[in-house]
């Protein structure tokens, strides 16, 4: 049974990710990327489905224990589990070494503490989400004995200091450790016609990945109040990148239900522009340069061609096939099915997607980010696109799958995309149609004024029409569309306030009754938007409103600073896909925005 979202912590190589319970087990790991099929997906489902469990024990009828303390090590993601039993402490410290070309590693370290602690190393991989039992062997190798599991393409090589033996389909290995013994394990996966890896050096890969992330976490220029939730924020986003091309994961994770039992359950281990995009921003204004002239590079190879080809969502080399499908062997989450791989949404129109994109590379063009004519010419291409299909109903940015609609936000970031556009020409020496874009603007504005605003109710509406709300549209003052002292803009955070909030004060994205997203089931507190209703607070000059908040937010982190996609107000547990991009970005945004001031080139068109 797998543990609840926010008893996980992540360890990660910027090409794969781990989710690593309280009780030492690993439910969650894909290989050799983020995208693959995972190896151990009892997260999804149950032991059967694969797990690996290091901790105290030995006695197979005895339940895992959760650690009594866990934590990173400093600013990294390295995690250290604790546990105090009869005989003494033990610490596990588990951890996947950065590896550029090299082989993917899940290492674990097992130190004795005080006295002497009998373990258990309990290991059942199961390949292609668990659905494939591999042949398991041992080799000898230099007087050294190892485990190789190997099913089709893949092999999985187990390296440890202790002796391991079979059974029911399981490895085990039980040891005991001593104050002051180090005793390591290494996982490494190897595509299963190569050559044997080397065994790893555990410790020096130890000293090494420690030595990555503290250099990596000291370039955060932020030093404010917020330092400690936007390090661990900034480390996640990190460890949600694809180093190899610079593509943005939006969680190593599918299928944690949005409502849990339910079914809305979807992929999150593809690069959406718009999670990517707002990423980008955030690593900029704290300081990540190298990052994110990666995603842009990222993101000129994948939108290559015409903008009419432009997909809301690419994998994380770029792939565009992002088929859906479902996995029936897995019972899910807590009973949460389909199970899906894929991600329908890839086909979508989400007219926002330019909006956010533009926003991304203005402010890589105002930060000083090396100029690329390359993305100049996507940027004005991208605006002729929109020239034409403005006025379409699209999916949105919550991709609704039910029938598209004149979604405001949409519209909204549409012509956010315009403004930037005409900057860029105002500003440079860039030629564009400027007179005819400036008209488009106005259009644009007007359009919006009219048929998205409820002069009745003094506010905003979801779409074109409709008496919804939609917590998106926080974001109008926010992205320059209206004034902040607009009563327009007042009457929309107050009417979203009053009728998307939940108990905690946090907000749901839209009323889900309605049938907007043609989904049953309920879902929780979306975590990005009430980050943005922080902001919006701020902006109108609630500030203190806006820190309360705020600060009530980052304590329904879990106890390693995790956030997933939701909260679930009645259950009061994390929901959605863990952890989530999109709630770790507003996360550092309203750190930023409530503790240092905005310069006029940091991209917030409401900075003085
Ligand atoms: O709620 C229905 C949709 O949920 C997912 O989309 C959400 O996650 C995306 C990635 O973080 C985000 O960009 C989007 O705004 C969210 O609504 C799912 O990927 C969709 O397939 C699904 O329709």
Not at 419 to 446: F, K, S, V, Y
Request: glycine letters at 10%; proline letters at 6%.
């Amino acid at each position: 049974m797998p543990a609840r979202i926010e008893d996980y912590a992540l360890i990660g190589d910027m090409q794969t990710a781990a989710l690593v319970g309280r009780d030492g087990s690993v439910d969650w790991l894909c290989l050799p990327r983020f995208d693959s099929p995972a190896v151990f997906a009892g997260l999804l489902g149950t032991d059967e489905h694969g797990f690996w469990r290091l901790g105290p024990g030995g006695d197979t009828a005895a339940p895992a224990v959760p650690a009594d303390r866990r934590r990173y090590r400093g600013d990294s993601l390295i995690l250290e589990q604790e546990w105090d039993t009869d005989g003494g402490t033990v610490r596990v410290v588990d951890f996947m070494p950065p590896r550029g070309a090299a082989a993917p590693q899940l290492i674990r370290i097992v130190e004795g503490v005080s006295g002497t602690v009998r373990m258990r190393s309990a290991l059942r991989m199961r390949f292609s989400y668990g659905r494939v039992v591999p042949w398991v062997r041992r080799v000898e190798e230099g007087g050294q004995s190892r485990t190789v599991a190997v099913a089709g393409p893949d092999s999985v090589w187990l390296d440890g200091e202790a002796e391991t033996y079979g059974r029911d389909l399981t490895t085990y290995a039980d040891f005991t450790v001593t104050a002051g013994e180090r005793i390591a394990f290494a996982l490494t996966w190897q595509a299963s016609h190569l050559d044997a890896p080397k065994p790893p050096d555990a410790e020096g890969m130890l000293d090494a990945t420690a030595d990555f992330w503290h250099d990596w976490a000291d370039q955060c220029t932020y030093q404010g109040p917020y330092r400690e939730a936007v390090i661990r924020s900034l480390i996640t986003l990190k460890g949600l990148t694809y180093a190899p091309t610079g593509g943005i994961v939006a969680a190593p994770t599918t299928s944690l239900p949005e409502d849990i039992g339910g079914e809305r359950n979807w992929d999150y281990r593809y690069t959406w522009l718009r999670d990517a995009a707002i990423t980008l921003s955030s690593l900029l204004r704290t300081g990540y340069r190298d990052e994110a002239k990666a995603w842009r590079e990222w993101l000129l190879r994948a939108v290559a061609g015409d903008p009419e080809n432009l997909q809301i969502m690419y994998g994380i080399a770029g792939e565009r096939e992002l088929t859906e499908s479902s996995l029936d062997w897995l019972p899910g989450y807590e009973g949460s099915q389909p199970v899906r791989i894929g991600n329908g949404a890839a086909g979508q129109l989400q007219l926002d997607v330019y909006g956010e994109v533009v926003e991304a590379l203005h402010l890589a063009h105002m930060t000083g980010l090396v100029r690329n004519d390359h993305a100049h010419q996507l940027q004005l291409r991208l605006i002729d696109y929109l020239e034409d299909h403005w006025q379409n109903p699209d999916e949105g940015i919550w991709e609704v799958r039910g029938p598209r609609r004149h979604f405001v936000h949409s519209k909204v970031m549409a012509w956010v995309a315009v403004d930037r556009t005409i900057e860029l020409l105002e500003r440079t020496d860039e030629q564009g149609p400027l007179e005819r874009w400036r008209a488009l603007r106005d259009t644009i504005h007007a359009d919006v004024c009219e048929h998205g605003y409820d002069p009745d109710r003094n506010t905003f509406t979801q779409s074109y029409g409709s008496a919804e709300l939609d917590a998106s549209l926080l974001l109008i003052p926010q992205v320059g569309f209206l004034p902040a002292d607009d009563k327009r803009v007042i009457g929309t955070i107050e009417a979203i306030q009053r009728e998307l909030s939940t108990e905690d004060g946090f907000v749901l994205r839209y009323p889900t009754d309605g049938g907007v997203d043609g989904l049953p089931g309920d879902e929780g507190a979306f975590l990005a938007c009430s980050f943005w209703l922080a902001d919006a607070l701020a902006l109108i000059g609630r500030t203190d409103e806006a820190r309360e908040l705020f600060e009530r937010l980052l304590s329904i982190r879990n106890d390693v600073g995790l956030l997933a996609e939701e909260w679930d107000p009645r259950l009061k547990r994390q929901v959605g896909n863990f952890p989530q991009a999109f709630s770790h970005v507003p996360l550092i945004d309203t750190a930023l925005r409530l503790t240092q001031p905005l310069g006029p080139d940091s991209g917030d068109t409401t900075a003085p």
